[in-house]
C-alpha cells in the first residue's frame, strides 16, 4: 500500500509568512499533485510534478518534486488571507504493467490559515 | 454542464437502508473515478471506470458498496444496509483519459448515517 505522509496538519499563520508544507513517502510515484479545497467544494488541480526534481512556480507559490520522486514540497512566499484552505498533496502509482493512470493516492491534508 | 456535478449534495439516511449516489462527468471524459473522504480517513480511492467497465474497484470498503456506469457517462455508487462508518463526503472525478492529468471533482455528496 502506497502512502503519502503529508505535514504539518494544521498551520495558522499570519498574513506576510512564508510556509512550507511536506509530503512524504517510502514509495515511488510516477507523478505528485497538489489540490487546494474549499469547504463543501472538491480538490482544484493546483500543479502537477512529474520529473524527480522539478520545480514549478505558480505566482507565490513554489512545488518540488523530489530526486527520487517519493516526495513533494509545496512553499508559499507572502502568504495572503485568501490562500486559507486545505491543501492536498496526491500520488499516482505505477500499475502492474509498468504504466500510471489517475488512480491517486492522497495525503491526509494541510489546513492553513492566515490571518489578517 | 461545464463541470462534474453529483447529486443529491447531501443525504441523510437511517441505518440499514440503501443509498444511490450519482455523479454526472464532463461530457467526453473516458475515466471516472469516486473517492471518499472522511475525517479520519482523509480522501480514499473507490474505484475507477474506464468507458462503462471498472479495471479497478480495489477501493471498495466491503461488498456493500457496489457502481455502475451507463453510456460511457453516467455513473451511480450504491451503498446497502448503510452502517454509521459509511458517513462521509463521496467525490467523483473525471478526466478526459485513463492517462490524463487533470481529474475534475464535483462538489461530493455528503452522507449522514444516523
Known amino acids: 500500500t502506497q502512502l503519502l505522509e503529508q505535514s504539518p496538519q494544521f498551520l495558522s499563520i499570519q498574513e506576510g509568512e512564508n510556509l512550507t508544507v511536506y509530503c512524504n513517502s517510502s514509495s515511488v510515484f510516477s507523478s505528485l499533485q497538489w489540490y487546494r479545497q474549499e469547504p463543501g467544494e472538491g480538490p482544484v488541480l493546483l500543479v502537477t510534478?512529474?520529473?524527480?526534481?522539478e520545480v514549478k512556480k505558480l505566482k507565490r507559490l513554489t512545488f518540488q518534486f523530489g530526486d527520487a520522486r517519493k516526495d513533494s514540497s509545496l512553499h508559499i512566499t507572502a502568504a495572503q488571507p485568501g490562500d486559507t484552505g486545505l491543501y492536498l498533496c496526491a500520488g499516482r502509482t505505477f500499475d502492474a504493467g509498468g504504466t500510471s493512470y489517475g488512480k491517486l493516492t492522497f495525503g491526509q491534508g494541510t489546513i492553513l490559515t492566515v490571518h489578517p | 454542464g461545464a463541470g462534474v456535478s453529483q447529486s443529491p449534495s447531501n443525504k441523510v439516511t437511517e441505518k440499514g437502508k440503501d443509498v444511490e449516489l450519482r455523479c454526472d462527468p464532463i461530457s467526453g471524459h473516458t475515466a471516472l473515478y469516486w473517492y471518499r473522504q472522511s475525517l479520519g480517513q482523509g480522501l480514499e480511492f473507490l474505484i475507477y471506470f474506464q468507458g462503462n467497465s471498472a479495471p479497478d474497484k480495489s477501493g471498495l470498503p466491503s461488498d456493500r458498496f457496489s457502481a455502475e456506469r451507463t453510456g460511457g457517462s453516467v455513473s451511480t455508487l450504491t451503498i446497502q444496509r448503510t452502517q454509521q462508518e459509511d458517513s462521509a463526503v463521496y467525490l467523483c472525478?473525471?478526466?478526459?483519459?485513463?492517462?490524463?492529468?487533470?481529474?475534475?471533482f464535483g462538489p461530493g455528496t455528503r452522507l449522514t448515517v444516523t
Open positions: 510534478v512529474v520529473t524527480g526534481g
Open positions: 472525478a473525471s478526466s478526459l483519459f485513463r492517462d490524463s492529468y487533470e481529474q475534475y
